[in-house]
């Protein structure tokens, strides 16, 4: 007499509230002996640590971020709506030296936003980077001026994003973000390069950044216009 067998795998990943992925393993037999049946059944199920699978990070709607090449921590919103990222300035000016692009920019907040977060005035004001290039922004609605074109050009800069204890370099806008709770506004190009995902339901998850110089990698987002 003959019997067979066959066994599917249904991989689906589950992450539970502790971050830990959860593999859940289907069976399906065609049996003849109850033997096939005991075979199926032994299939145990497999939990995979969080640690074990690096490649995405979840973090929450607000998160504390290093910005190294300034040497400050900023709060800052995580936006998958929003494709670039940008950081709060004022007195924007460019300029050349050595024969090359740079941008001299204030980090803009409210004095009482920058008292909570302890920043000096020389980490702050006449900031200069090396400038990136130029990008043009569609602006929103209610910002719209009659005969002005419908975007804003922005100058760019290459910053190094830490979040917890992962650290990328993505391309920068400047603008005016005063009107905002967050001085800083991480898009989902960063967010892609970072690997992470984010879940609405939390802020500041992350804790405090710490990330080495090892873990740098240099991933700047493409130009879009």
């Known amino acids: 007499m003959q019997f067979w067998t066959r066994v599917v795998l249904d991989k689906n990943a589950v992450l539970n509230k502790e971050g830990i992925r959860y593999m859940r393993f289907g069976c399906a037999c065609g ?3 109850g033997l096939a049946i005991a ?3 032994a299939l145990p199920m497999k939990a ?8 995405k990070i979840i973090l929450g709607l607000n998160e504390e971020v290093m910005i190294e090449e300034l040497g400050i921590a900023l709060p800052a919103k995580l936006d998958t709506g929003a494709q ?7 007195q924007i000016r460019t300029f050349k030296r ?8 204030d980090l803009w907040m409210v004095p009482e936003q920058r008292a909570k977060i302890g920043l000096e005035q020389d980490q702050w004001r006449t900031l ?7 990008v043009r ?6 910002n719209q001026i009659d005969g002005a074109p419908g975007y804003s050009r922005r100058p760019v800069v290459e910053l190094t994003l830490c979040v917890r204890d992962r650290a990328r370099q993505v391309d920068v806008n ?4 005063s009107d905002f709770r967050f001085p800083l506004l991480v898009g989902s190009e960063a967010l892609v390069s970072l690997g992470a995902l984010v879940d609405p339901a939390q802020s500041m998850s992350g804790g405090a950044p710490s990330c080495s110089r090892e873990e740098t990698v240099g991933l700047a987002a493409e130009e879009t216009e």
């Not at 400047?174 to 973000?177: A, G, I, P, S």
């Open 137 to 142: 922004i569609k602006r929103r609605a209610e």
């Open 174 to 177: 400047l603008t005016d973000r």
């Open 128 to 134: 200069e980077l090396p400038l990136s290039k130029h």
């Open 84 to 90: 670039s990222a940008s950081l709060s300035a004022r």
């Open 31 to 33: 049996l003849g002996y």
């Open 98 to 105: 050595d024969g090359q692009d740079w941008v001299s920019f």
């Open 39 to 41: 075979l199926c059944l």
């Open 48 to 55: 995979v640590a969080d640690g074990e699978d690096p490649g």
